[in-house]
């Protein structure tokens, strides 16, 4: 339920709310509570009214306490652990520097706020710098539905962080100290470390490439005899960029990598060449090693699938889609920033299986729950993620295959390459519903108004 917070004149810090309210929240015989805002805490008296309007009125004193804006009026309550939540206040911790933000930087912002009207409070960007542990506020924007613009100044620090950018420990650990773990998106991993977690669970093993580190050549070298092709890729890299592929073809070996989106061969007269040309042109302690798989391609472009993951307003883990990627012409990679196009995946399963529906049905649901068993595998490593993309391939005898996972940045327009306009707006507002709920409301809480 919605409620317009107004300001009356006091002389104590006060709060006073609808008498149904208090009944509801099983309250109505205290005379004082604490209120939370944000990180903000502040104990004041409690008192009632008849108004029929859901109207919340604080003291002037306690309004001003917490910076609360004057252009923001609705909110939600709850009451959880002895404290009257009121919210929800959620955080953007974007790149940059306070004084580096314009309004043309900060504007893509506004598509997470699609659907605002279902998450109501305070929505906040901020940068480290504008972090005041000491006083629990921020210096940054917060988003004014009413003029559907961000406007500057000093609010209340967030009790929920989505992650924009990678951060460094220090601020972690003042994010820690202020709101335990509740940001999200803040672990980035790399192919091997991913390797190595999911290779440990049973029911994701046989979905992984064999795959080898790269600065052990001797296991690069068995790896290439017993699958005669492989892909070099970089640990860290994304958007399919400095990936090779390592074929073994008779006493040769080819090389195939991409340059300014042309595709290269080199070709390699021995092993012992191989060793020389990697050792002198690849860091490979950067780099990992797999088995080649071979995907399904169409058109000669080899096609995967991105599946986009994420928790709901319930904290629960959800597939809200997936996009079939396709790769350039003869290209040994499928992302759309080197030369590829995307399309609805439902179109492509029933490509794939000629219309048989009920056959693309049960791989969508074999591709859905690959995608969740592996998020769940990561959150039990300790892992606070919110959002996600996972590419998954399938092979020529339609076994499934998993790619690589996303948890940097993941790329939500790949949606408008599928022209699924319905998709895109899904996936972007969903991060910050999930965040109203690790806040205390929304979902299926109990005590929410």
């Known amino acids: 339920m919605k409620h317009i917070i107004k300001t009356i004149s006091t002389p104590n810090p006060t709060i006073s709310l ?42 002037n004193e306690i309004y001003n306490k917490f910076f609360l804006p004057d252009f923001i009026d609705v909110y939600e309550i709850a009451f959880d652990n002895e404290t009257l ?67 500057e100044g000093i609010f209340p620090f967030p009790s929920v962080v989505f992650l924009r950018k990678p951060i460094k420990e220090v601020i972690r650990k003042k994010l820690t100290g202020l709101i335990g773990n509740k940001f999200f998106n803040s672990h980035v991993f790399n192919k091997w470390e991913m390797w190595e977690w999911l290779s440990d669970h049973e029911q994701i093993r046989k979905y992984l490439p064999e795959t080898v580190l790269g600065e052990n050549i001797e296991n690069v070298q068995r790896l290439i005899d017993a699958h005669q092709e492989t892909f070099i890729k970089p640990k860290a890299g994304m958007q399919g960029s400095g990936i090779f592929q390592l074929s073994k073809v008779g006493q040769e070996y080819n090389l195939n990598y991409r340059i300014k989106d042309k595709n290269i ?21 950067n780099y990992i090693v797999q088995q080649r798989i071979p995907l399904l391609t169409k058109d000669n472009r080899v096609m995967d699938v991105r599946v986009i993951v994420g928790k709901n307003h319930n904290g629960d883990w959800i597939v809200p889609g997936m996009v079939t990627k396709f790769g350039e012409i003869d290209s040994i990679v499928s992302n759309i920033s080197s030369g590829g196009s995307a399309q609805k995946v439902w179109k492509s399963l029933c490509d794939i299986f000629q219309n048989d529906f009920k056959k693309a049905f049960k791989k969508y649901m074999e591709i859905e729950k690959l995608a969740i068993t592996c998020c769940k595998v990561l959150e039990s490593k300790g892992l606070h993620l919110g959002y996600i993309g996972i590419d998954i391939g399938m092979d020529e005898n339609h076994n499934l295959w998993l790619i690589e996972i996303n948890n940097r940045s993941p790329d939500m327009t790949i949606a408008l390459d599928a022209e699924d306009y319905q998709l895109y707006y899904k996936i972007k507002s969903a991060p910050l519903h999930y965040a109203k709920w690790l806040s205390g409301l929304g979902g299926e809480r109990q005590g929410g108004l």
């Open 85 to 151: 939540i009121i919210g929800p206040v959620i955080g953007l911790l974007i790149r940059g520097k306070i004084d580096e933000l314009t309004k043309q930087r900060i504007k893509i912002y506004k598509n997470y706020l699609i659907d605002y009207k279902h998450l109501n409070g305070l929505i906040l960007l901020f940068t480290s710098d504008g972090i005041d542990v000491k006083n629990k506020r921020i210096n940054g924007y917060a988003f004014n539905p009413k003029e559907h613009e961000w406007k």
């Open 265 to 285: 061969i080199t070709v390699l007269d021995n092993w012992q060449a191989v060793e020389n040309y990697l050792k002198s042109e690849i860091s490979l302690k």
């Open 18 to 59: 609808p008498l149904n309210v208090l009944e509801k929240l099983l309250i109505s015989d205290r005379d004082s509570i604490t209120i939370s805002i944000g990180t903000m805490k502040e104990s004041v008296t409690l008192l009632h009214h008849d108004d029929r309007q859901q109207c919340i009125y604080l003291s």
